[in-house]
């Protein structure tokens, strides 16, 4: 099993940044695959980005050169910066890991990210 949890969501003002951190603990050796998720309300959950064991990474075109997805494998922690906030990135935002050695895809419970116009 894989627990995981986000935090740095928070209410901030169109133009400021925020980074959301999602930090896995149990049987992290199964995963090969962070990605962040977001919902917002009415809306179908989509993808964010994702950052692979390998280094490798990807980005919703919504957020490109605007978000920086980077990981501490040391600290089994993945990080979401978000800069240049719009209202459009209002959501919750949701960290997931999963691996193909990995029983299941996890989720965390999600961070509420508010940006006001």
């Known amino acids: 099993q894989v627990q995981l949890v986000e935090s740095g969501g928070g209410l901030v003002q169109a133009g400021g940044s925020l980074r959301l951190s999602c930090a896995a603990s149990g049987d992290t050796i199964c995963i090969s695959r962070t990605g962040w998720y977001r919902q917002a309300p009415g809306k179908e959950r989509e993808l964010v980005a994702v950052?692979?064991?390998?280094?490798?990474?990807y980005y919703v075109d919504s957020v490109k050169g605007r978000f920086t997805i980077s990981r501490d494998n040391a600290k089994n922690t993945v990080y979401l910066q978000m800069n240049i906030l719009k209202p459009e990135d209002t959501a919750v935002y949701y960290c997931?890991?999963?691996?193909?050695?990995?029983?299941?895809?996890?989720w965390g419970r999600g961070t509420q990210v508010t940006v006001s116009s």
């Open positions: 950052s692979t064991r390998g280094g490798s990474t």
């Open positions: 997931n890991a999963e691996g193909n050695t990995c029983s299941t895809s996890y």
